[in-house]
């Protein structure tokens, strides 16, 4: 079971970049698929998510309408398009997979079981 990040990058600041995370070794049907970051010296903090099953996906209100998180499922891949890029977006990226059992997907990085292994995302001003 494995999830691989890819797509990150130096950008400038107001452009976009696209995240993907490939899904292998199970299904994920019903799980909770996550993006979050970490940037130097911070906690790791919730980007967004999505159920792999559902199309709805909830987002952290710094990113809210500048990032969108969709879905391939025959692909496998979630992906995160990032757009208007910020200096403060600077960080490592992970995709992740947890199981909630609730009909939104989870904003807890501790209901998270497999992450991927990050992808660094820089912006500059």
């Known amino acids: 079971v494995q999830l691989q990040a890819s797509g990150g990058g130096l950008v400038q600041s107001g452009d976009s970049l696209r995240l993907s995370c490939a899904a292998s070794?199970?299904?994920?049907?019903?799980?909770?698929m996550g993006w979050f970051r970490q940037a130097p010296k911070k906690e790791r903090e919730f980007v967004g998510a999505?159920?792999?099953?559902?199309?709805?996906?909830y987002y952290a209100d710094s990113v809210k309408g500048r990032f969108t998180i969709s879905r391939d499922g025959a692909k496998n891949t979630v992906d995160l398009q990032m757009n208007s890029l910020k200096p403060e977006d600077t960080a490592v990226y992970y995709c992740?997979?947890?199981?909630?059992?609730?009909?939104?997907?989870?904003?807890?990085?501790?209901?998270?079981?497999?992450w991927g292994q990050g992808t660094q995302v820089t912006v500059s001003s």
């Open positions: 999505i159920k792999w099953s559902g199309n709805n996906a």
């Open positions: 070794g199970r299904t994920f049907g019903s799980y909770d």
């Open positions: 992740a997979a947890g199981r909630t059992y609730s009909s939104t997907p989870s904003d807890r990085k501790d209901d998270y079981s497999l």
